[in-house]
């Protein structure tokens, strides 16, 4: 079996959309930004640090970094049997597997981020992650520090975040060095999440979640809240609420994948933070993450390596981690060049056909084995066309 992960806030970093430019799945950052009437790319490529420590930045540029990735494994044809994401990144799971919309799951990061930026401002707080001590440990600190201060996430065997007024995790720290914490580091976010200081966002992000109304999936997505696999679209307005001001079961998650036969565990989005946290919590699982359009060759060493992967068939065809598809990139007729035959060698940036005077180019190299589409069909945004067999 095969999870995909998508990581949270913190994992943004300046200039992280630029191997992407040039890349299909570029038009991702334009939907986004055509959607917010933001310029969402600009922040990919030029914001600085602080500018993307911003709630509302950080969150966004993240998701739609995730996205990014996701939709160009997609057009590989390579498909999860569950997914999970931290904090954030459970936003990028809804949407992958479905349940949200892209025009849905951006409005709805928007207006989370926007409501946990308030909710920031109202209730200035900080967190810090403590290494090296047991959950029961930091939770034992938290208590001892009498002050403001909780546990945010548990991401892993000894690794826990807290978070709470800046008095209070500073308490919390001290205490747990004293009762054998390897370290305690603060981190640069711009408020206390998944603590009780987010409760004013919650009214707020409910409306918009309900709006949003997520769907069922066929792809179960486990639940921060509850470490447990839900499929249900319903469920989503509750689990989402609480997700603000609950701790992040992120090492639960992991372990629920365990007992759900998960072998193996991609990462999509920048970072990379949370492939530590699967070594650390699943030693049985093979892990790898991708956040730039150079990795996707070595997804395909990976998959081939004998990691568990769902790969899409279509028409009878199963396609193996060796294969790509290209897909539409846009709606509308398709008319195939007409002297192209199975088995012709094609590369980066041939042209296959067109969709209503949209050229449709392959990202990849390969050896051509069939047209998906035929000529005179009416085909989707990002329908399969066609699949390469890579060389």
Known sequence: MLAFTFPGQGSQRPGMGRPWVDHESWEIVTEASDLLGRDVGALLLDADAEELRDTRNAQLTTYVSSLMVL???ERMGIEPDVCAGHSLGEYTALTASGALSLEDGVRLVAERSAAMHEAGLASPGTMSAVLGLDDDKVEVACRRADADVWVANFNAPGQVVI???PEGVEKAAVIAKELGAKKCMPLQVAGAFHTPYMTAARDRLRVAINTASPRDTEVPIIS?????????GDEWSSLLSAQLSSPVRWKHCLLTMGDMGVTGVLELGPGGVLTGMTKRTLDTAKTISISTPDELDKLIDWLAAGSAATIVAHEGEHLFAVERLVVSPAAGVFTPVNDLADGTEIRVGTILGDV???????PFAGVLQSFI?????????RQPIAWLRAN
């Open 163 to 165: 978070a709470g007024s």
């Open 373 to 381: 589409a035929v000529g005179g069909e009416r085909v989707t945004l």
């Open 224 to 232: 921060n809240v509850d470490a447990l696999a839900h499929d249900k």
């Open 356 to 362: 209503n005077g949209t050229e449709v180019r392959s």
């Open 71 to 73: 939709d160009a494994v």
